[in-house]
């Protein structure tokens, strides 16, 4: 018999199993994998890893290769609204059923083996795809890449966006250690992408370290801004008038250039025409990534946790000007930089509405005030529910509220929306 016969169950449970929420390393998931036959997916996969941009080059890889014509099953985390947005076929979240049932059988062969809950997830999409027998798995890295649950699963081509800092306490705390570690996910023969424009030098060098065919943005191949449309170039490779991707934000190109590169090395078993590339380019979206919300007072939705993608956060709402101010709300947890985040943010804000975020790892919206240490209006908050409220109460015409932070504080300003 199941261990449980509903998703919500599981999940709780999966949340007390192992007594670290964020264990590092692979002996324990690639050991139950093994008794679970999931270490060779038989389908061709594409690990996607970095600091920034992460999700938003599955997302695109996932809506080319799908124009193209091609069965997909994608890995990601964290989610927003539902744990089913995690692993997904041919675009549509799987139900809470097969989740179910793979987490019996993950649960089964475990044999007291103690799983944290990112590893679980992980065993489970390996598990639905391997049943799915899709053309291409997308895989997500969690945290790292070195001892992330997803390596495990020897990549065919793995791709690195772009390095900031974040996760300090595992994975180092400056950008050439944090590069080491997302450079763990690279294979000897195999292609090592990279779409951060101004990579770690370990990356460059664990790569050629481990004889990965290192590929780099601005020496391999390239991209150029004209404005409304966009050119990739790779050797005597070039496409012309691309539709810029439909994931807002400047930086989207240098990882739209990251997928091309890893579309255009996988041609020969893969082929993908410029008519896809386009149809999958402007059909790519991703929730709480520079997301646009509008009604009486337009909202912005971004889960920038870091120095580097609130700035490009910064740079999205530059490029968009309001005539009235701007209300951040702001809730984020105790392992990010939250000076660096609101030095980033300051100079567009008017109104600052710190929230507390739930669990331990959440900040209050005192501790994240003192933290944040800006000039201004300020006020504080129970939650980001309270926050939203104040804000969309007391914003007038001309105004914007832009919500941002954490996974947590996206996912919270959604829920609110339903």
């Known amino acids: 018999m199941p261990r449980f016969d509903n998703l919500g169950d599981w999940l709780r449970w999966q949340e007390t199993l192992h007594p670290d929420p ?127 649950a997803v390596n495990i699963i020897d990549a065919d081509v793995a791709l690195v966006t772009a390095i900031g800092i974040d996760h300090s306490e595992w994975l180092g705390n400056d950008r050439e250690a944090i590069g080491r570690e997302k450079a763990g996910i690279f294979r000897r023969g195999r292609p090592a992408i990279c779409s951060d424009p101004r990579p770690p030098a370990s990356l460059r060098q664990t790569a050629q370290r481990l004889g990965a065919d290192w590929q780099a943005l601005g020496v391999h191949f390239s991209c150029r801004d004209k404005g409304d449309s966009w050119s990739w170039e790779c050797g005597d490779r070039r496409l012309e008038a691309l539709p810029r991707p439909s994931i ?46 509008s009604g009486r007072i337009e909202q912005v939705l971004d889960v920038a946790h ?70 201004g209006q300020v006020e504080f908050f129970e939650s980001v529910d309270a926050a939203l409220a104040h804000a969309r109460a007391c914003a007038g015409h001309g105004d914007r509220i832009v919500v941002t932070g954490s996974f947590l504080t996206v996912a919270a300003a959604l829920a609110s929306q339903v």
């Open 306 to 375: 870091n120095r580097e993608s609130a700035a490009q956060l910064a740079g999205f709402l530059g490029d968009r000007p309001v005539t009235g101010q701007t209300w951040l709300v702001l809730g984020m947890l105790a392992d990010k930089e939250v000076a660096a985040v609101a030095a980033s943010l300051s100079d567009g804000v008017d109104r600052w509405c710190f929230a507390t975020l739930p669990g331990e790892r959440g900040l209050s919206a005192r501790q994240l005030g003192e933290q944040a240490a800006v000039d």
């Open 248 to 293: 807002p934000g400047r930086h989207q190109l240098e990882n739209a250039a990251g997928v091309l590169r890893v579309v255009d090395g996988l041609q020969a078993s893969y082929p993908v025409t410029p008519r896809a590339i386009a149809e999958g380019l402007r059909a790519a979206s991703l929730a709480g990534r520079c997301q646009v919300l």
């Open 22 to 148: 964020i264990d590092l390393g692979l002996e324990r998931v690639a050991t139950v994998a093994r008794r679970l036959d999931l270490l060779a997916p038989g389908a061709t996969v594409i690990t996607v890893g970095g600091t920034n941009g992460k999700g938003s080059s599955v997302a695109m890889l996932d809506t080319v290769y799908r124009a193209a014509g091609y069965h997909t099953g994608v890995y990601t985390s964290p989610h927003l609204l539902a744990y089913n947005e995690r692993i997904s076929l041919d675009g549509n979240p799987v139900d809470d059923a097969l989740l179910c049932a793979s987490f019996a059988r993950i649960d089964a062969a475990r044999d007291g083996i103690s799983l944290t809950y990112f590893e679980f997830g992980t065993l489970a999409a390996l598990d639905i795809f391997r049943a799915a027998l899709p053309d291409l798995i997308l895989l997500e890295v969690g945290m790292g890449g070195r001892l992330d």
